[in-house]
């Protein structure tokens, strides 16, 4: 962060010195929302949450050496005393960006693969300049700012990422910290129940190539139309990435090895190069490209682009992390949100990654899907009931719609194929073929144990007692079903 004294931070957030703050103490950062990541030199902002206040933590912010600390009430230590600490937050952190004028902002936003194309692309600034980008997915009204606050004189680049809850969240996002570059990844049926329907997704995820101006660049995926129609709503040059032949940046002779890892030939407007990917799923690759197609923008050689996208591991925690036991057993540990999209493409990913051994996945009843949440979540049930499992766990509430469609292409498989029983009470069958997935991917096999458990520790204490050597296992859900729990029972023995 920019240094700055209690007095300039309290005429930014129109706030009001108190507890005997001095206006000349100094601000070195960082600026935290959490006590115990106090440095000296801090400023501690407390943000009163649904569980947990944190103005009860100000004296111990203090004690460790945090400068003072930014109050909506009055607290017993050097404060200043603002209206709202979540807007002062945001106030501070544009008046912070706008003292940074060496420094490039590119925005990233898009329904799914966000995080994994920030960090891609963070990897990809830092070969030219300091880079700043999001720990995780801090991504909202309190993470983005606390981002843009890392911030100093030296950085030249900061990759943020932009969510949507509402319509002009990125809108708001964007008045904090400009974007020069904006990219739109795609438009997906997350938050579908809050928004109403895609065509409003895509009108807020629009807010950030609105917000470019024409000195900037929209970076947009050319094989999403609702994407490609952004490209009217901006000021911004445009260019494109994606599978098509008219992106300027694109993969051409993509393939997936059995561990469910992307290759292809980068082509880009000055050359192409080979990339491996060390990420997983096939998804990835447009992830990669967005990133490619932001990176060029900046000036980097293909060839850099290639080698820095081939040698990017998994950074973010709970997204596609595929851990192999001791035994043999691979868990895939894709817990950190899911909507439609995303879980097709994890299961298309187990489908890979497994080929002939033994699969199963645990899984929860998507959310904020609105009307249309009983229909989605039926047609989650009929994906994975077509996904050759040996065994299904659907977790926590709301998870009929997902249980019926499984439960419904265990049924048609039992009754379509000769000598196939009529299903059990729990809605097993035993086909003795395999059947065609009706959502065109993988096909079911052998005998598929579907079951209904009401929380993470259920769903991992039961399976854990099926697992064999050799087996895989999916575990992908929203975020708060809190299905790394599961992933990490299964690998908590092994590490032991």
Request: proline content about 5%.
């Amino acid at each position: 962060m920019i240094p700055l004294p209690l007095a300039r931070i309290a005429e930014i957030t129109s706030g009001a010195l108190a507890g005997m703050a001095d206006p000349r103490a100094v601000v070195r950062g960082p600026v935290v929302i959490d006590s115990r990541a106090v440095e000296p030199g801090s400023l501690f902002v407390a943000i009163k949450g649904e569980r947990v206040d944190g103005h009860d933590f100000a004296a111990q912010a203090i004690a460790d050496g945090a400068v003072a600390v930014l109050a909506s009430k009055p607290v017993e230590v050097p404060a200043i005393i603002v209206g709202d600490t979540v807007a002062a937050l945001a106030a501070l952190a544009t008046a912070v960006c706008a003292d940074l004028p060496e420094t490039t902002v590119i925005g990233i936003t898009g329904s799914a693969g966000k995080t994994t194309t920030k960090d891609l692309l963070a990897r990809l600034t830092a070969r030219i300049g300091p880079t700043v980008a999001p720990a995780e997915s801090f991504n909202n009204e309190i993470g983005h700012p606390l981002t843009v606050l890392k911030a100093d004189e030296g950085t030249r680049y900061l990759v943020l990422e932009l969510s949507a809850r509402y319509m002009g969240d990125i809108k708001h996002l964007t008045r904090v910290a400009p974007p020069k570059i904006g990219v739109v990844l795609n438009v997906g049926s997350a938050h579908l129940g809050v928004f109403g329907g895609k065509e409003a997704i895509a009108k807020a995820k629009g807010e950030l190539v609105e917000a470019l101006t024409s000195g900037g660049v929209a970076v947009l995926n050319a094989d999403d139309p609702l994407v490609a129609a952004m490209a009217e709503r901006t000021e911004a040059r445009v260019t494109w990435y994606g599978r098509a032949e008219s992106a300027a940046v694109r993969a051409e002779d993509v393939t997936v090895d059995a561990r469910g890892r992307a290759a292809f030939t980068l082509r880009t407007p000055s050359g192409a190069a080979p990339v491996r990917l060390r990420l997983y799923g096939e998804h990835a690759v447009q992830n990669a490209l967005a990133a490619a197609a932001a990176a060029y923008e900046l000036g980097l050689p293909v060839a850099t682009i290639a080698e820095e996208l081939s040698e990017a591991e998994p950074r973010s925690r709970w997204r596609m992390e595929v851990t192999d036991r001791q035994d043999g057993v691979t868990v895939i540990n894709d817990a950190y949100n899911a909507n439609p999209e995303s879980m097709r493409a994890a299961f298309g990913t187990l489908d890979t990654l497994a080929g002939g051994r033994r699969r199963f996945a645990v899984i929860a009843a998507l959310r904020e899907l609105g009307e249309e949440s009983a229909t989605l979540n039926e047609e989650l049930g009929r994906l994975a009931g077509s996904a050759g499992l040996a065994g299904l766990f659907v977790v926590g509430p709301d998870a009929e719609p997902v249980l019926a469609g499984a439960r419904a292409v265990a049924q048609d498989g039992a009754s379509g194929v000769p000598g196939g029983g009529d299903p059990g009470p729990d809605g097993a069958n035993s086909p003795q073929e395999d059947q065609e997935d009706q959502e065109g991917g993988a096909a079911a096999a052998a005998t598929v144990h579907i079951t209904h458990v009401a929380d993470a520790a259920a769903a991992g204490a039961e399976l854990s007692g099926l697992l064999a050597p050799g087996d895989v296992v999916l575990v992908k859900g929203p975020r708060a079903a809190g299905l790394e729990r599961v992933a990490a029972a299964l690998l908590e023995g092994d590490r032991q």
